[in-house]
């Protein structure tokens, strides 16, 4: 169930994140190219594929066209971080001293001395 689930999650980010969802277009592909070879018997594949993919030309199946694999692009996952520029840092002077630091979390109400001696003392041994 595990690896099921763990395919499913990374196809579906594949997908969404880049061009593999052309793939899910190749039905359309196939489609279009027998439309071609009823038009044209003697068209082939390879024929097919320069036609629309190293020559593009704009005619009548032009719309058609563009719907094929990888022949238009989407730009995917844009993630763009921005600042605010009227965000000003202002730094104080002080100085922070260690040591009050240190004096700070040692009276902290969370540390207690009587519950941390008793936790962590030395193995005892029981003799019979």
Do not use: C, G
């Not at 002080?94 to 962590?120: A, F, G």
């Amino acid at each position: 169930m595990k690896k099921l689930i763990s395919i499913l999650l990374l196809s579906l980010y594949l997908v969404s994140t880049t061009e593999v969802y052309q793939l899910l277009k190749m039905p359309l592909l196939i489609e279009h190219y027998f439309q071609h070879k009823n038009l044209n018997p003697e068209m082939s594949l390879t024929a097919f594929l320069k036609i629309h993919y190293d020559h593009p030309v704009k005619d009548s199946d032009h719309d058609q066209d563009q719907k094929l694999p990888f022949v238009s692009h989407v730009s995917l996952l844009s993630v763009v971080f921005t600042i605010n520029p009227s965000v000003d840092f202002y730094f104080t002077e002080k100085i922070y001293n260690p040591h009050e630091i240190k004096n700070t979390l040692y009276k902290s109400i969370l540390y207690h001395k009587e519950i941390l001696n008793s936790i962590w003392q030395p193995p005892r041994f029981h003799q019979s």
